[in-house]
């Protein structure tokens, strides 16, 4: 009799709606659950930053490991691919997913050229043609996020976040292969204020808020 009562009580509890409220916001944690209208909201924002600052140090660590040549080079590739993943997951859960494959392609198109570049200056190969493809997918993914919102993510002023990355990218590669530590530290503060800093102290986009902070707000909104 008692294990019946109580049964039924939990059935009764978890058919509550305020319990699939409650349930909702657990599944929040889940990338493959859709937000509900009153997630969407500082939670999902964190997780857009989040995102974004680890591509960062993802591109960050990568390149240092493909300059110099270390063990684990395939294992940081790898990762790479997982993050823009987990970004254009973000995108698909609050627009579309055609949308988020679009975006998709074109960052992955976007790390792929990185590493040709990378590959090319290790050689001392000529660099220009993989450069030339790394700016052509900072544009393309200027222009899909823009073409996604082009309120919060207009297409001129995604393209100079991605553009300023990408040359700032490149001149780490270039200060690390010729062993300048102080010119690769600088490149690399220069690369993490466009990306991840709460607003950017310098440069060309000096006083806005870094990308993370502008891919989070569209997200929210």
């Known amino acids: 009799m008692y294990k019946k009562i109580t049964h039924s009580i939990v059935e009764e509890h978890f058919g509550h709606p305020d319990a699939v409220h409650i349930k909702s ?123 996604i919102n082009p309120i919060i993510w207009p297409m001129a002023t995604i393209q100079r976040y991605w553009g300023e990355y990408a040359t700032h990218s490149i001149e780490e590669v270039n200060a690390r292969i010729q062993k300048d530590w102080r010119a690769d530290f600088a490149a690399h503060d220069l690369a993490n204020d466009v990306m991840a800093r709460q607003i950017i102290p310098s440069g060309p986009l000096q006083g806005q808020p870094g990308f993370a902070n502008v891919f989070a707000q569209g997200i929210m909104e």
């Open 25 to 147: 916001g657990i599944d929040l944690n889940d990338p493959n659950v859709a937000p509900q209208p009153w997630q969407l909201g500082s939670t999902w924002g964190t997780r857009a930053r989040n995102q974004i600052t680890r591509f960062n140090w993802n591109i960050r660590n990568y390149i240092v490991s493909a300059t110099s040549g270390a063990e684990d080079v395939g294992f940081l590739r790898g990762e790479l691919p997982i993050v823009v993943a987990e970004i254009t997951a973000l995108i698909a859960l609050r627009y579309s997913q055609p949308e988020a494959d679009k975006v998709a392609v074109a960052m992955t198109g976007f790390v792929n050229a990185l590493a040709d570049v990378i590959t090319a200056a290790v050689a001392k190969k000529d660099t220009a043609p993989p450069t030339t493809k790394l700016m052509e997918y900072a544009s393309a993914i200027a222009t899909e996020l823009g073409a």
